[in-house]
């Protein structure tokens, strides 16, 4: 008789949690609750939370303390309601409730396009309607390249599978936001400079003529010649680049970011250095590099990042977390209690807006993980749930407040 009720309870969680929450009334939602609610359930709930998590396949979610918060709005019907009603009270404080509530938003059962909800937010004035944002959308393979004529190579629309061809170098389009650099081992005497840039919502790759391969993130240039001579590899970044580097022992390869240094015999490394921010970091992967900044020098170890400080004119070297550093080249954005003014500052390169940021959140941290490929309607939907700060649209500026 037992497995029977248990059997029905699942059966009736999962017909709950098929169901988009906002659409439930408020008997349903206390039903869901009382049902995450019952200790007996806690293996039930977590084999449907598991089934539910390999069917989904998530893209995007919130980790622990940002879920807690939006689950705890999502699960009230009305703020009196919530803090009134002695049962949610008893609900809330059930930390597996808690737990439940942030792993089904972390599974995405109750992430909402903000198009298919606008009248129906708890929070109507946190941002305007969907229709506000259809001109922002997420960035893409975008650059220009710069040749040493000063002739200029939109990669975006670039057609054809050979972009420039002549004694010395082949530089090959081979899509999917790529480029490649082929040297003629017999003519290498070349000591021409190309650039490589994307703008605001683009991000690139390339393959120097050595081997090495560079992901720019947006925002960013690599200037690099076609083919390195002398004795060592020297290349300039601005901006936010990752960089597998090949291997030779006979020739260094230096990274150059301002008058910042990196040196590197073959490692794995991210560096960022934008110019708007006063964030200057290098995270590395693997190898060893050592980094230079005026009279300052530091030698990394694999997943540690040196980080210099303007007013202490010194590097802090921490661990890091390697995942975190190359999100972007990746696909993802991850934020780890980032402060929302660093999390505007990367979503404005990425979607290609600007910002417009009140001083009294712009301190405000949150912590979750988002892929790239979300809107921006949905990115600042996630945001406003927790109710930290709301965000309207004025042109191409998103306006962030209380």
Do not use: C
Request: net charge neutral.
């Amino acid at each position: 008789m037992l497995k029977v009720i248990m059997d029905l309870h699942k059966h009736r969680i999962e017909e709950l949690l098929e169901r988009d929450l906002y659409t439930l009334s408020p008997l349903e939602r206390e039903e869901l609750a009382s049902l995450l609610d019952e200790a007996e359930m806690n293996e039930e709930l977590k084999s449907v939370m598991r089934s539910m998590w390999e069917a989904i396949q998530p893209q995007e979610y919130f980790t622990i303390d940002t879920t807690n918060a939006i689950a705890e709005n999502i699960f009230r019907a009305s703020p009196s309601e919530m803090y009134g009603s002695p049962v949610r009270k008893r609900l809330w404080n059930n930390s597996w409730l808690r737990y439940a509530a942030a792993i089904i938003v972390t599974v995405g059962v109750f992430l909402f396009s903000l198009s298919n909800h606008k009248e129906k937010s708890h929070n109507p004035g946190s941002i305007y309607s969907s229709s506000s944002f259809t001109g922002i959308i997420p960035g893409k393979n975008k650059a220009v390249l710069t040749l040493s004529d000063g002739s200029i190579i939109p990669l975006d629309s670039a057609n054809s599978a050979v972009l420039k061809q002549d004694n010395y170098t082949n530089i090959a389009h081979l899509g999917n936001g790529q480029i490649s650099y082929v040297t003629n081992a017999k003519t290498t005497s070349s000591t021409k400079i190309n650039t490589i840039s994307t703008p605001r919502g683009g991000q690139y790759r390339v393959i120097l003529s050595d081997g090495t391969k560079v992901w720019l993130n947006a925002v960013s240039s690599l200037t690099f010649p076609v083919s390195f001579q002398g004795k060592e590899r020297i290349v300039n970044l601005s901006g936010e680049g990752y960089f597998e580097i090949s291997k030779n022992t006979a020739m260094p390869f230096r990274l150059q970011v301002g008058d910042m240094e990196v040196s590197v015999l073959g490692t794995s490394f991210n560096v960022m250095a934008y110019d708007s921010g006063n964030q200057f970091n290098t995270t590395l992967l693997d190898g060893a590099v050592r980094v230079k900044k005026r009279n300052a020098t530091v030698l990394l170890h694999p997943a540690q990042q040196a980080q210099w400080s303007n007013q202490l004119n010194s590097f802090a070297v921490t661990q890091a977390d390697p995942e975190q550093a190359i999100a972007w080249k990746n696909g993802f954005f991850i934020f780890d209690g980032s402060e929302l003014s660093s999390i505007m500052e990367q979503l404005s390169r990425w979607y290609d807006f600007d910002v417009k940021l009140d001083a009294s959140v712009a301190g405000k941290k949150f912590s979750g993980t988002i892929s790239r490929a979300t809107s921006i309607s949905q990115v600042l939907e996630m945001l406003a749930l927790t109710k930290e700060a709301s965000f309207t649209m004025k042109g191409r500026t998103i306006i962030v407040g209380r």
